[in-house]
């Protein structure tokens, strides 16, 4: 049980702004075993934005209140993902060679790519959340933002147990990330990534997986064509996009069936 909880910090530590304990540390090892856990990062995420927005909505309009949500969402995470879907942008849209593309990550610099990228994706985010807040009930919206954000952080945990890290960016001196995941740890992260669709109370929201797997299979062979691998950036751009996904394959659900 000590081992699991030291490995729940390490998650919480890396994937969030959280404080965690003094004794837990960046270990390459409790790294690649706590990534199981990165759905359940989702949880503490999604029910966080999801309390915001609601408290918020009892004051503000409803476009504030989602705001405020997202802007919780970030504060938490410290932006680590949407500062992986910018570099992303940047590196893909600027780069023709594997070389070029991860010197172009690895810049910290932000460019236009990058900077069209993330405002298009917090756009198309904010668009999608106020759009569910005002046509779902509060436990159902707490549902949704659960699920999207937990499932979301599922989506890399394939790309990490089915692919390679990009060797080339292996040997530079780069942000920790996880490179290694065990069949068993792998089966933890499905269950936890999967139990906020159980919640949802309808066997229709199960269909919402199709698309997000289709997206992160396209991305993982996308990222394999140009660097012959992922990057953690690579896998924050992948949580960015298939929560949008997410939320877009729910209102073709809600229209459809």
């Known amino acids: 049980m000590k081992h699991e909880v030291r490995l729940f ?6 994937y969030t702004r959280i404080p965690c304990p003094k004794w837990v540390d960046h270990s390459a090892e ?3 075993q706590c990534t199981k856990y990165f759905p359940l990062i989702g949880w503490l995420v999604g029910s966080a934005s999801a309390l915001v927005l609601w408290l ?5 309009p409803a476009s504030v209140a989602v705001i405020l949500s997202m802007v919780t969402g970030i504060l938490i995470t410290g932006a680590f993902h949407e ?4 570099d992303v942008c940047d590196g893909f849209g600027g780069g023709w060679t594997k070389s070029k593309i991860l ?6 610099l932000i460019g236009a790519y990058g900077v069209t990228g993330l405002a298009l994706i917090l756009l198309m985010k904010f668009s999608l959340v106020s759009a569910i807040a005002q046509q779902v009930q509060t436990g159902l919206l707490f549902g949704i933002l659960i699920a999207a954000h937990t499932v979301s952080r599922l989506a890399p945990v394939f790309i990490i147990y089915f692919g390679e890290y990009s060797r080339e960016d292996a040997s530079s001196k780069v942000k920790p990330v996880a490179k290694k995941l065990s069949a068993i740890n792998f089966v933890v992260a ?15 929201y199960w269909l919402i997986l199709f698309p997000v797997l289709l997206a992160t299979w396209f991305l993982y062979r996308y990222f394999y064509k140009w660097i012959e691998g992922y990057t953690g950036d690579c896998l924050g751009a992948t949580q960015q996009v298939t929560e949008i996904i997410f939320y877009l394959s729910m209102f073709v659900l809600w229209k459809f069936i």
Do not use: C, E
């Open 30 to 32: 409790y790294l690649n």
């Open 83 to 86: 500062d992986g879907f910018a």
């Open 190 to 204: 499905i269950v936890i990534g999967l139990l906020p669709i159980i919640r949802l109370q309808s066997p229709w």
């Open 56 to 60: 918020a909505m009892f004051i503000f």
């Open 103 to 108: 010197a172009i990550m690895k810049d910290s």
């Open 9 to 14: 910090f390490t998650a919480l530590m890396f």
